[in-house]
Structures are given as structure tokens and as C-alpha cells.
């Protein structure tokens, strides 16, 4: 019993690091494809749900029975969703990729101090390490901020309002929807996402726009991969083990989108990407270390 546990656990471990891995590489699209925010975003979502409830008819014959409470919350974080690829990607598009990383990346540590006064209060020696790991792993993604020529401070407040509304969604997921299967909830989430974005699909089309076949491949690979795929591994993740984990854990992002804008756009990080992503990464590794040794007890 306790191997098959533990072996769960480190499925889960490496599902979430695969799913940092792919999730990395979805601020690179808002160089890539041309298209406004709004329509990637709302047709991200719509094939990104559709390909999940595809995935999930062949799966499961029988569809999982949802309560009026679990379907609300679903909608919220939806909507929570929808609205953090918003402001992500909009952070992103008016600033440069490293800040908007920066800001979106101080989840980890909104999660770790709310996340225990949601378990019943705030105790500072049985919370501590994880506090200095979300510090450590915040401090580390500043460090690499300073990399950029630039600082827009508009960027710099959407990013800050992306990181605490995937907090939220986080929060709901793990918490409130632990007996929903995570490709469940993923699809809920994005067919909800697309449901309230669908008017920019058509709106900006009638605009004028026009995606051609580079966008439509681009944002299929978007889609499919980095949303349909990334993020069920990651709810996957998330439903196993404790948020502030999993965002300590994914402040490891911005140095593998560091590594990504080096491949694809020949940008060679600086000192302070280097030194910011040593930090990042010792923190990452220290939490998968603890979380194993948790699961092993």
C-alpha cells in the first residue's frame, strides 16, 4: 500500500515538472502569433475544451455526476482562469517576456501565505520553511527581472493581478474539487473560459482580422499542447499535493522560458537571469525533496 502510494507520488512529481516544462514555453506564443489577446486566448480555450471532452468520451463511457456546488465552483475558477491567461498574456504583450514572468511567478508565495489560514490558522513554525522556499523562490525570479532593459510598470500590474487570480483558481482546485479527475476539471474550465470569451471571436474577425495558416497552426499547437495537455497535468498534480508545493515547485517556469527565448529568439540571459534561476531552481528542488520525504513517512 505504502510503495503504490508512494509511486503515485512520484507520478504526480513528474507529471507537474513535465507540466512546468510545456506551460514555460505559453508566454513565447504572444511573440509568435499575430493575433489580438482577447482572440487567442477565447480560441485557446475553445479547442482546448474541445479537445478534452473528445478525449474524455473515449475515455469514460459514463460522464462524472457533478453537484449544483461543485459545477458553481467550476464556473468561478473558469472565469478565474480565463481572466489570468488575460492579464498573462496582456503583461506579456506590452512589456517584455522577463517582467511579465516576474510578476505572474509571485504566486508561490501569495499561495503559501494564504494557503495556511485556509487550514485553520497561521502558525509560523510549522509553516516556515515553506514561507523561506516561496522568499527564496520569489527573490530568485526578481533577480531575473532585472535581466530586462525595461521596466513598464502597466506590465508589471497585470502580471501582479495574473498571480493572484491563478492563486485563486488554485486554491479552489485543490481544496474544493479534490473528487473531480483533473482532465474534468480542465475541460469544465476552459469550455466555461470559452463560453464567456466566444463574442471576440467573432468580434475581431468583423474587425478585419484574419488569422492565416501560421496562426491557426500556432494556435492549435497552443491549444492542444500547452493548454489541453499542460495544464490537465498540472491540475493532475495539484489535486495530489498542496498548492504552495506546486507553486513553489512551478517558480521553475521562468528559467526554462529563459532557455526557450535563448533557442528560438537567440537571447543570451544575463548575470542576473543565471544567478536568479541558481535560486529558482534550488527551491524547486528543495520542495520535490520534501515532498518525498513527506510521502515516504
Not at 69 to 75: H, K, N, P, Q
Not at 154 to 173: K, P
Not at 227 to 245: D, F, G, N, S, V
Request: net charge positive; aromatic share 10%; glycine share 6%.
Amino acid at each position: 500500500m505504502f510503495s503504490s502510494v508512494r509511486c503515485m507520488s512520484r507520478a504526480a512529481l513528474l507529471e507537474l515538472h513535465l507540466a512546468n516544462l510545456l506551460l514555460s514555453c505559453a508566454i513565447l506564443f504572444t511573440r509568435w502569433i499575430d493575433a489580438p489577446v482577447p482572440f487567442v486566448i477565447a480560441s485557446r480555450c475553445l479547442l482546448a475544451g474541445l479537445a478534452l471532452y473528445l478525449f474524455l468520451k473515449l475515455k469514460f463511457r459514463q460522464a462524472e455526476v457533478l453537484d449544483r456546488r461543485a459545477t458553481g465552483l467550476l464556473i468561478v475558477s473558469g472565469a478565474l482562469l480565463a481572466l489570468h491567461w488575460m492579464t498573462f498574456f496582456y503583461s506579456g504583450r506590452i512589456s517584455t517576456i522577463a517582467l511579465a514572468m516576474v510578476a505572474m511567478y509571485t504566486y508561490p508565495l501569495m499561495t503559501a501565505l494564504v494557503e495556511p489560514f485556509l487550514e485553520g490558522g497561521f502558525r509560523l513554525d510549522a509553516y516556515k520553511t515553506d514561507l523561506l522556499l516561496a522568499l527564496l523562490a520569489t527573490a530568485g525570479i526578481a533577480w531575473i527581472g532585472l535581466s530586462a532593459t525595461s521596466v513598464d510598470r502597466e506590465g508589471l500590474l497585470w502580471g501582479l493581478l495574473s498571480a493572484a487570480l491563478i492563486t485563486a483558481r488554485n486554491l479552489i482546485v485543490r481544496r474544493k474539487l479534490a473528487a473531480v479527475t483533473g482532465s474534468r476539471i480542465m475541460m469544465y474550465q476552459v469550455l466555461v473560459a470559452a463560453l464567456l470569451l466566444s463574442p471576440l471571436l467573432v468580434y475581431f474577425p468583423l474587425q478585419g482580422y484574419r488569422p492565416g495558416l501560421k496562426d491557426l497552426l500556432l494556435l492549435l499547437a497552443l491549444s492542444l499542447i500547452v493548454t489541453a495537455l499542460a495544464h490537465t497535468l498540472y491540475t493532475r498534480a495539484l489535486l495530489k499535493m498542496p498548492a504552495r508545493t506546486t507553486g513553489i515547485i512551478s517558480s521553475v517556469q521562468p528559467l526554462y522560458s529563459a532557455v526557450a527565448a535563448f533557442l528560438f529568439f537567440q537571447e543570451v540571459p544575463g548575470w542576473a537571469t543565471v544567478g536568479g534561476g541558481t535560486l529558482v531552481l534550488i527551491a524547486a528542488s528543495i520542495e520535490s525533496l520534501r515532498f518525498n520525504r513527506r510521502q515516504e513517512t
